[in-house]
Structures are given as C-alpha cells and as structure tokens.
C-alpha cells in the first residue's frame, strides 16, 4: 500500500465530517446502535425515501428467496418482495413450517421468545418488513435486540432479492441453508464507493470448514482503510476504534465461530460488524452451493 502524505488541517476536517455523516456499505464509523429502535415502530408512508447516490436501478416485479431446509424446531424462511415504479413497496418475510404456517402468526412460539428475549416474531418480523421498505435497502434495515440472528438472516437474503431485482431475474432463489461448506474460494465484491472506499471479501473453505477469511475496504487505488493512518486516529478518536482494529477482528472472529451469525460486534464499529455479517453469509450459501463465481454487488449507496 502507497505511504500516505500527511493530510492538512482542512482534509482532516473534511474526514471528521465523514465520520460523522457516511453512510452506505463503507461506513465504519456508525456507533448508533439501531438494534435500540422500539420493536413496534411502523413506517410513515409519507416519509421521503433516502436519495440513491450510487447502486443499480430496480426492475419492477416480484422477487421471492426460500431457504430449503427447516431448522430444528421446523421452520424455514420464506421471502417475497415486490418492486413498483423501481421501489421497494412491500417485504413479506416469514418462517413456515410443513403445514405452511407463519412463525409470526404462532401465539406460544410468540408469548415464550417474548418472556426470554422481550420480543417475538409477531414483532419483530412485521418491523423487519417495514424497515426494508422504510430503508429501500438491506444495509439500511434494524438489527432488532433480541431477534439478531433472524435480523441478519433478514438483512441476508434482503440483500440478495436486491441483487435480483437490479438484474431483473424473478426466478425463485434457492438457499440450500445448513448444507455442508464445499472447499474453495469464495469472493464478494462491491461495485461503487461510499465516502471513498468499496469492501472486497474472500472466505476459503478447507476440508469442509471455514480456513480463512479476507475482508477488507480499499479506495480507487486498491489501499486498504487499515493502512489510512489520518482515518484510523480520527475514528479511534471518536468510536473507541478504527479499521486497523476491527477489519482484523472481524475476519478471526468469523473463522473462529465458522458461521456469520455468531460473528462478535465490534463496539464502535456496529454498523460495518453487521455489514460484514450480512456479505459474510452470502459468501456462506454460495458455499453451501459450491459457486465459486464471483458476487459482484452493485451496492446501494445513499445519502
């Protein structure tokens, strides 16, 4: 990577604001924790969407992802979102069981999860819904407290209906979901920058387990945010940490726990440890598939 000139008093004032506005799939300086919005938060149908900066246009259709495989307790997520006029208007996501049954709609799965966690999916997947098509993309929704695996699961396949509907393809996406890894590399990148920086992310898969892990933002010259030493003093002076801390703790801790749901947040860096998250299980299911093609993820940036 280039040494870095020092930067002069106005660009650093420049990178502070940066800090403290960016947002889109680069941003690793959100240290609001959304997982804190109240579960019962409806959208307001008349707040204007946020304003698309970068990111491939949506075709209108409807878009549906079903995983294939119940988990232990016989659910398995089922997804359908639906796309007018290039917006997200409706999400309908939802666990079914083998009789075709809602998780959301399950009053003793809902009363138990809600004395143990505080919310149940009668409340928490109408807000995830909402949240999409508050948000107009899958980086933008809610990690809810107390439903974080099924909010990253959400964020997941949100994404990948996205990825759809900018191709146009309405073909149903199959999630082969708990299958066994197959060995090889797994690549994921993003197309456009936000605030100067796009993620790249590798997984390799080693005799059926996780061996390595290799996710990283880089700018226009291919040098990584780690090595940006003005960006990692000032976010470390406002979040307690900076990318030359996170992105490495990041990629251990996902071949530590073999699986993105488990991977630890980083404090101070919660909105990128829940980007991270979200690609880390795309790169999983196309491993579970053995498709080693690369993701090219023509991300959405707002502003």
């Not at 149940?120 to 929704?141: K, M, R, W």
């Not at 406002?238 to 703790?249: H, K, R, V």
């Not at 979200?278 to 690369?294: D, F, H, K, R, V």
């Amino acid at each position: 990577m280039k040494t870095k000139k020092l930067v002069s008093g106005i660009a650093l004032l420049s990178l502070s604001v940066l800090l403290l506005t960016a947002c889109g799939g680069g941003n690793d300086s959100d240290t609001k924790d959304t997982s804190t919005k109240e579960s019962s938060a409806k959208v307001d149908s008349s707040e204007k969407a946020p304003e698309r900066v970068a990111g491939g246009e949506l075709k209108d259709g409807t878009y549906q992802l079903e995983e294939k495989n119940a988990d232990e307790h016989g659910w398995k997520a089922k997804f359908s979102m639906t796309v007018e006029s290039g917006k997200i208007t409706k999400s309908e996501f939802d666990y079914i069981n083998d009789k075709e049954e809602k998780k959301s709609e399950d009053k003793e799965y809902d009363k138990s999860m809600s004395e143990k966690v505080k919310t149940g999916p009668a409340t928490f997947i109408p807000e995830l819904n909402e949240s999409l098509v508050s948000a107009q993309s899958a980086d933008g929704v809610d990690v809810v407290t107390g439903a974080t695996h099924s909010s990253l699961t959400f964020k997941n396949y949100a994404q990948q209906l996205i990825q759809a509907a900018q191709a146009g393809n309405t073909e149903t996406i199959e999630i082969n979901n708990g299958a066994d890894l197959q060995d090889g590399t797994y690549t994921l990148e993003e197309k456009n920058e936000s605030n100067g920086y796009r993620t790249v992310f590798s997984i390799v898969v080693k005799d059926g387990k996780l061996a390595e892990s290799k996710y990283d933002n880089i700018n226009a010259d291919g040098e990584s945010k780690v090595d940006n030493a003005e960006y990692n003093e000032k976010m470390k002076e406002q979040t307690g940490t900076g990318p030359s801390d996170f992105i490495p703790a990041l990629n251990e801790s996902l071949v530590a726990a073999g699986n993105a749901g488990d991977v630890e947040v980083v404090t101070g860096a919660t909105h990128s440890s829940h980007t991270f998250q979200m690609y880390a299980a795309q790169l999983i299911n196309a491993a579970e598939n053995g498709n080693t093609e690369t993701i090219l993820v023509d991300n959405i940036v707002t502003k």
